[in-house]
Structures are given as structure tokens and as C-alpha cells.
């Protein structure tokens, strides 16, 4: 691989994590974290603006302009582009804060549901009483992700759903290659783990 197509996964790499995460963070803001397609879309399209003027990017504007028009056009889902991004790195191993992304994204497919961030003190437990609840329980996210993106404190999952789901839940962290889980609370509706890195 030449060491400009090396920089250029790298930089797309960055700018698709930093897409991501602003996402996530973007819904400890809202007191409905459920985004179709279309609002997630325009959420990420405007944070990707200002890259595409800026020089750092340049080996990489053309695929940006490309997936903000498509975004536009609805054409994509510009998460799930993002996601992509992540995983075209050229390293065999992946940061763990690219791989807790893909965990949840994961879970968020397999559930039918969206991922809630909630401190443990204002996490809603009623939340789409319905369906399931997936909330990862933190102060600060970033606070359990170092500087190179390495897992550096354990987080905290609280899960709401029927033995099915919670299978689902449980087996596709059980099956993760990076992480585990150690089970803090479990009754008939709820499970609270902790996930930490698999040793």
C-alpha cells in the first residue's frame, strides 16, 4: 500500500470516527434519542461541512462531497458509510473505541432499537415500554477511551428485554473478539453489565 493511500484511509478513518461520535454524543442532548435515517443524515452532513474546506482533508474531499450529496439524496445511510470507513483501516487491530462503536451498532441491529447514553442517576427506565432498552450508563464517555482511542475504564450497559432479547443481547458481546462482559445486576426484565476488554 503507498504511504499516500496509508494517509488516506488513515484520514478517512479519523473523520469517520469523529462523524460517529459526534452522533453519539448528539443524543445526550435530546430527550428522544431515536433519528431516521434522513435526521441522522443531516445531522452528519452539516458536522462534515467544514471538512470538506479544510486543507487536512484534501486527499479525501472527493469522497466526502460524494457521500454528503448522497446523504442529501437519502441516496445512503451516511452511519452505516461511516461505519464502512471505520473498518477500512489498513492496521490489523482496530482502537477499541472504533471497536465499542461497532459493538453497539451491532446491538442497535440486532435489537431493533436505538442506543441511549443516560447517566445512571436520569436513565429512564419506562423508555419504549414496547420494545427493548439498550442504554450504555455514563458521566462521560470519553472518559473511558484514552488518547489512541484504548479502552481505559470499563462501561456500564443497562439492558430491558424479553429472554429472547437478552440472549441476543448477551450472546453477540459473548461472541465479540474484543470484549467481555461480567453481569453487575439480572432480574426477569433487566440485565446490567459491565464491559470490559476481553483478556
Given at each position: 500500500m503507498s504511504t499516500s493511500n496509508s494517509e488516506s484511509i488513515q484520514l478517512l478513518t479519523e473523520v469517520s470516527l469523529?462523524?460517529?461520535l459526534f452522533l453519539e454524543f448528539h443524543k445526550l442532548d435530546r430527550k428522544s434519542q431515536v433519528f431516521d435515517r434522513e435526521k441522522k443524515n443531516e445531522l452528519l452532513v452539516?458536522?462534515?461541512?467544514?471538512k470538506l474546506k479544510s486543507n487536512k482533508y484534501k486527499s479525501i474531499r472527493k469522497q466526502l462531497k460524494t457521500m454528503s450529496l448522497q446523504a442529501k439524496k437519502s441516496q445512503v445511510d451516511l452511519e452505516d458509510v461511516l461505519l464502512t470507513g471505520i473498518e477500512a483501516k489498513p492496521e490489523a487491530l482496530q482502537p477499541h473505541l472504533d471497536s465499542y462503536l461497532l459493538l453497539i451498532r451491532e446491538l442497535e441491529k440486532k435489537l431493533g432499537t436505538t442506543a441511549l447514553l443516560s447517566t445512571p442517576e436520569k436513565v429512564d427506565l419506562?423508555?419504549?415500554e414496547n420494545g427493548c432498552?439498550?442504554?450504555?450508563?455514563s458521566n462521560d464517555l470519553n472518559a473511558h477511551f484514552g488518547s489512541k482511542n484504548q479502552m481505559i475504564a470499563d462501561v456500564s450497559i443497562l439492558f430491558r428485554g424479553t429472554i429472547r432479547e437478552k440472549h441476543l443481547f448477551l450472546g453477540a458481546i459473548y461472541a465479540n473478539e474484543i470484549f467481555a462482559?461480567?453481569?453487575q445486576y439480572e432480574d426477569d426484565s433487566f440485565v446490567?453489565?459491565?464491559?470490559?476488554l476481553n483478556k
Open positions: 469523529h462523524a460517529l452539516r458536522w462534515l461541512k467544514p419506562s423508555h419504549d432498552l439498550l442504554c450504555v450508563l462482559y461480567q453481569i446490567r453489565i459491565m464491559l470490559t
